[in-house]
């Protein structure tokens, strides 16, 4: 768990519920942002201006990312941030595959000249030695905003009043969706609360049934592992009905094969999958099966 210290009081990320669209409420209640698909982080920065990254998981990041070491000189003030670390593709859209790609480089330094990173702010949690998480996120905002930014190694991210609008825009712009957030909410530590929701933009389509990984500890469900045009496509979680869970089972069994802790099947059966994006080499996340159709006569 990502955990920061104020004082004696350790500080965990506050969490957002799930939506399909923005809130319909009275005008000036909420607020919008865009969400950022990275890795969530804590950033603090001390009262000697030396900058600390804790992950979700309280890895220490600073090493693998040493452009956020700026934060210190430029903000020139003792805080503690949250915000999401990106690294963007070449137009400009957040990309999974080269944040990964920065985090394991055994170079950091050398990798960070032609991959750099970003951290963008959605909060502030302390300054100088004072803590915010009790004030309403319209306080919290304006600190927030009146923070030096360096620039392209940290930024605070844009709120609009408009989420419909800010919706339609991530979508063109191939962003993950919105966060909404109430206006006067308080910041609470390490609970998902209706305070804030995440809105992701949906994506789906059918894709091939080409294995079926059992049950484990990584995969408490099980997981169906996918193709599109036989090219490997990852795996999906399952929200299927009876019926079609009953399908599933009547398909693996006849045509599955055991390879290690992986059953094959052969392709034609396929399932409709709801997923959050897709990597440059095609795989799925946050992947959701909701239907099934049969192999055909032929096909598998």
């Known amino acids: 768990m990502l955990t920061a210290t104020l004082g004696a009081m350790k500080l965990t990320p506050m969490l957002a519920s799930w939506a399909t669209s923005v809130p319909e409420v009275d005008e000036g209640e909420w607020i919008y942002e865009p969400k950022w698909d990275g890795l969530r ?21 600073s090493r693998p990312l040493p452009e956020l070491a700026a934060m210190g000189a430029t903000i020139g ?30 170079r950091p330094e050398r990798v960070a000249r032609a991959t750099p990173v970003t951290f963008v702010a959605f909060d502030v949690l ?86 079926w990984r059992p049950e484990s500890k990584s ?30 089972a009547q398909f693996v069994e006849r045509h599955g094969a055991q390879y290690g802790p992986l059953i094959r099947v052969p392709h034609g059966a396929q399932v409709r999958v709801h997923y959050g994006e897709r990597s440059p080499r095609g795989f799925v996340r946050d992947a959701i099966a909701h239907e099934i159709r049969p192999a055909l006569p032929g096909s598998a």
Not at 87 to 105: H, V
Not at 228 to 247: C, K, N, Y
């Open 126 to 211: 302390q300054v100088d030695g004072e803590p915010l998480i009790d004030q309403p996120w319209w306080l919290r905002r304006d600190v927030l905003t009146g923070l030096a930014w360096p620039g392209g190694a940290a930024v605070a991210t844009m709120a609009s009043d408009d989420g419909d609008a800010l919706a339609s825009a991530t979508a063109r712009l191939g962003l993950e969706g919105v966060m909404c957030k109430r206006r006067r909410a308080r910041y609470v530590c390490g609970r998902r609360t209706g305070a804030w929701i995440k809105v992701k933009h949906p994506h789906a389509g059918w894709f091939d049934v080409v294995g």
């Open 219 to 248: 995969h408490p469900q099980g997981a169906l592992v996918l193709a599109d045009e036989e090219r490997p496509a990852g795996t999906a979680t399952m929200a299927l009905s009876p019926e079609h869970r009953f399908v599933l």
């Open 77 to 106: 003030r003792s805080v503690v941030l949250d915000g999401e670390i990106v690294a963007l593709d070449g137009d400009g859209r957040p990309s999974y595959d080269r944040l990964a790609a920065r985090l394991y480089a055994s």
């Open 41 to 61: 982080a804590l950033v603090r920065i001390d009262d000697d201006l030396k900058v600390r990254v804790l992950s979700r998981r309280g890895q220490a990041l």
